[in-house]
C-alpha cells in the first residue's frame, strides 16, 4: 500500500520561501504522476501542480510564477517550493500520486504565513 | 479559470438518494471525460470516490454514482447513510492544462 508523507515548516515568514518534502513508500516513486493541493482553512481544495517520473512538470498558472515542484529519486521524495509567500498561501498543503484524479493523499500538514 | 460551481449544501434522509451537480464550461467538464469527485471528512485528507466521470476506485461502496451531461457532472450518493455525511469536491481537466477544483457540497444527514 502506497503511503505518502509531508514534512517541512510549519511557520513561514511574509516574503519567504515556502518548502515542504513528501516521502513515498510502499512503492518507487520512479513512475506515476505527484502533485501537490492545498487547502486554506475553511475553503475549497487548490491543485498547485505535479511532476511526472521523467521530470516534466506543470503547474497551476495561477501560482507558475512561485512554484517548483522536484524529485529526489534516490531518497523517493519529491518536492514542493513556494516563493515571495503571504498570509494567501496559509493551507494545508497534501501531497498525492497522480495527475487528474489522486487516489492516495498524505496526511497533510498546516503551513502558516505569519511574521 | 474559475472554480467549478456547485450547491453549498445538500441534504437528505437516511435511504434516500441525493445528487450534487458540478457545473462547468465548454473548455473543462464540457470538454473532457476527465472529472473525478472526492469525499472529505473533517480533518481529513480526502478520498476519491469516482474518476473519469463515472468510473469507482475499488473498494468505493457502489451507492456512489458519476455522470456528466453537457456542461455539468453529477454525483449520486444512494441509500444515503450516516457516514456519508462529508463535504464533497468535484474536479475536472481544463483545456489550458490544468485542474480546477469546484466550490465543494456539505451533504447532510437528516
Known amino acids: 500500500q502506497v503511503q505518502l508523507q509531508e514534512s517541512g515548516p510549519g511557520l513561514v515568514k511574509p516574503s519567504e520561501t515556502l518548502s515542504l518534502t513528501c516521502t513515498v513508500s510502499g512503492g518507487s516513486i520512479s513512475s506515476y504522476y505527484w502533485s501537490w493541493i492545498r487547502q486554506p482553512p475553511g475553503k475549497g481544495l487548490e491543485w498547485i501542480g505535479y511532476?511526472?517520473?521523467?521530470?516534466?512538470?506543470n503547474y497551476n498558472p495561477s501560482l507558475k510564477s512561485r512554484v517548483t515542484i522536484s524529485l529526489d529519486t534516490p531518497k523517493n521524495q519529491f518536492s514542493l517550493k513556494l516563493n515571495t509567500v503571504t498570509t494567501a498561501d496559509t493551507a494545508v498543503y497534501y501531497c498525492?500520486?497522480?495527475?487528474?484524479?489522486?487516489?492516495?493523499w498524505g496526511q497533510g500538514t498546516l503551513v502558516t504565513v505569519s511574521s | 479559470q474559475s472554480a467549478l460551481t456547485q450547491p453549498a449544501s445538500v441534504s437528505g434522509s437516511p435511504g434516500q438518494s441525493i445528487t450534487i451537480s458540478c457545473t462547468g464550461t465548454t473548455s473543462d467538464v464540457g470538454r473532457y471525460n476527465y472529472v473525478s469527485w472526492y469525499q472529505q471528512h473533517p480533518g481529513k485528507a480526502p478520498k476519491l470516490m469516482i474518476y473519469d466521470v463515472s468510473n469507482r476506485p475499488s473498494g468505493v461502496s457502489n451507492r456512489f454514482s458519476g455522470s456528466k451531461s453537457d456542461n455539468t457532472a453529477s454525483l449520486t450518493i444512494s441509500g444515503l447513510q450516516a457516514e456519508d455525511e462529508a463535504d464533497y469536491y468535484c474536479?475536472?481537466?481544463?483545456?489550458?492544462?490544468?485542474?480546477?477544483f469546484g466550490t465543494g457540497t456539505k451533504v447532510t444527514v437528516l
Open positions: 474536479n475536472s481537466y481544463t483545456s489550458t492544462n490544468f485542474y480546477v
Open positions: 498525492v500520486r497522480g495527475a487528474g484524479w489522486w487516489e492516495y
Open positions: 511532476i511526472y517520473y521523467s521530470g516534466t512538470t
